[in-house]
């Protein structure tokens, strides 16, 4: 219902916005200026009619806003489903869905083995005349008995009778259909269990499969009843009466002729091949599927009658699918009812929010981690993690021994250790812990040692003829090398823990952090560093207080883009490997195809990337306001 | 006493293609502690090459500059220089750079916190000392760099251009503001200038160089300097000694310019 209105509100808003924004440009009809900049400033308004359009159209396509206008619709549609489902194994032998009648594909394509066969025959110059002529007249049996199975002459009545039969059945259904007690009262224990099913899309099941309307009903029954008649059919087979004549004295035939028999070893291979394509094209007429047309006519046209009806029993069933579902239909499964088409693989937005509430639920999480949350950890774990242990092998002197009485005298050694290891009674603090904090670790940390060894080298490259020529043709010769393609060089090398990410980031980040710098050095004015020269800075002066402070816009614009970059390597190497990271969930959702996690992880990194993006935009309005004015 | 002596200063580019352009040619010249030098002469004729080699930015390909008691090998702050424009530091404030050269020193802070308030008064910024430099004027901002240089307390100011970029009543102004900077602190002043009329009003003394190769020209002294610095500068242009002068110097640039033309159609 929630879903409804906001369809409603989200359409007058985009209807509003446009209005207003049409409204605006009258005012400004004053600006005769087409390159105005002041236009590329845009307008709420326009934003709002952007997001709403968005959200209009996910919601519409996905099938949302229709489930929650007509939230019965896809369970009766699943019933129609059903029925249709049924009916095809009969519809398939028929021109309705496919082109030709199935008998004229079977003779057209039995027709053609024969040719071959023939063409065969023919090259056939090993065998004698004697086994060439016997053949040539099983072949040209064979054709007539797959001929004689067309004509009405050779039909067994038998037959002709049954299929007269599936044609009244056929009809008696579509009678049926069309009559409003039809199937008669429910049973109240099978509407009750009907009832009792989950609704459209609250479980994994999707589409409640039981029959829950006088409509379903209906549909459900006669898909039952369909398929016997479906099931009647395929049993009968045009090998009877006079064509079963024609079949049997061909198979005594051709299993009559002599393959082993004075002869040399090339010869009766060939003998026993032509035979054996024989056998195969026989077992096809043996099949029995081709029918006289003029015969099966009442049964096609008893489809056509049942389709017609049911279609008009659908009534205002079929708009609804063709307005509130676009772009796909439901299909009845073996077993289950599902979506097809854009409601299938692009999730319905409350079904994201749904996914995404229930991940960021931290008793939940995805693969026993949650997506972010906070757990409590010794701050003496942390010291562990930042102090290397060998540290404490630097202290003069040997680590504490167990004296005869078992006591341990602690020395300074001893303590150090201990502090290195985190092995001591600490406050609990809360760490941030889950899929995104991983994510959002590893990116920060290649980037900080890609800022740390790439701004020092860029500068360095803009400054000196040694580094410029020493690292640019090693730097620009693996810049281009798109970074995944190093995923599992350094993955093996490195492992699939953080170190081989955070190097693959760094790598990533270092070269653009090194051309951005040097970008930043290379464009000081020269008068600038003049200017500091003749003030007394010295070289390390003015490094640090007029080259750094003036590639400090290329700089912050490099660690703007390398965070984008890292940000998309990073996904993609976390597909390849590990076992957190928001490239993980997907990668696992992607193997269970559920399309509602993926999405609600495009979501998060979208909105991650906004963030990280707006943050350093801020940065950049805060550090350096002179950009573009100096 | 620290003059500056050029002796036969020489100076010859080599360019990219391997062609060589004399910009200096024997340059030979005292200046007096103390004197305000004005150099003029039309545009290639080496008078930023001259600057930059007395700042110590390059080295001349032949003979030396001597300041006072040594010679010229490299930057320094006995020696400050103010650009024609672009020179400020803009990611610091106004304060931050008139003090950057004592704070390239370690100077004591109090100390330069008062210096600093001191100069931005004698150039009439008072207040200013918290705004970024972006968001001056281009006035303001060469009066920036006038502090920013004169703080530092040098022996020599080399100024190339430092109005040109102004209009006409700044400029007027910052004329001003160099005489009573000169008179007042009695500083050695070179400045180098487009406009023959900053030239006479700037210059007890005159250089007017030739291009090609780089050369002095034509030496004057001139009275209007002296004059300027507490009389009327409107009157003494209009003064009929002002008029001819100027015209007298137009002329000879004229000339020259006119000989450069008449090369370069030749060639
Ligand atoms: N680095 C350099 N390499 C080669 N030639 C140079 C270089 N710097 C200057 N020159 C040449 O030396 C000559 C003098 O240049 P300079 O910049 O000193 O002229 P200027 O008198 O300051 O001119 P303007 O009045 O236009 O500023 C010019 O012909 C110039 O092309
Ligand atoms: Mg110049």
Redesign the interface.
Known sequence: MIIGILFIALLAAVIWSIFHGRKVLRTEKSDAVFGNPERALGGWHWVVAGVSSVMVLWLYFSWDAGRSYFPQAANEMCQVAKLNRSANPIRAAFPLDNRQLRGTQLLQRDGLQIALMNQRLAAAELLSEADRTELQAIINDMESAMNAQASPEFIDPTIEGQLNGIADRINQLSDKMADDAYPGPADPAQMEKALAQPGWGETNVEIPPLAETERGRKFDAASLEMEAIAKDFGKIRNNTGAIKAKLDALKERYEGFAIEGGADAAVVAERKALIRQIDKIYKRIDDGKIFPPSITQQVEDALITLDDTQKSQQGTLRIIDALAMPGGTIIAGNSACSEQGSGRWLPKPSDTWKTLTRLADPDIGFKDAPLLWYKMTPLAGIADYFVPDWVADLIPGEYPRHDDNGQIQMNLKGEVYNIATGNYPSPMIPVPMGHVWDSLLRVLAGLFFGILFGVPLGLAMGLSRFFKGFFDPLIELYRPIPPLAWAPLILTIFGIQDDGKIFLLFMVAFAIMVISARTGATGTHLSKIHAAHSLGASKGQIIRRVILPNSLPEILTGIRIAIGVCWGTLVAAEMLAGTTGIGFVENVARKQSDYEIIWTTIIIMGLLGLLFDVLMRWVINKTIPWRGKG | MSDLIADKVNMVFTTPTGGKVHALKDVSFTLKEGELLSVLGPSGCGKTTLL?II???NRPTGGAFYLGDHEISG???E???V??Q??????LTVAENVN??LR??KANKKETARKVEEWLEIVGLQGFGDT???QLSGGMQQRV?LA??LI?D?DLILMDEPLGALDALTREKMQSLVLKIWKETGKTIMIITHSVEEALLLGERLFVMAPRPGRLHKEYRLPFAEKGVDGDMRDIKNSAEFAQVREEILTMIWDMEEEIMGKAEAA
């Open positions: 930059n700042a110590g930015f930057p320094d702050t020696r400050g220089m650009f024609q672009g020179a400020l530091f803009e990611w950057f050269g390239m020193k970024p430099t972006y760099a920013r240089c530092n040098p």
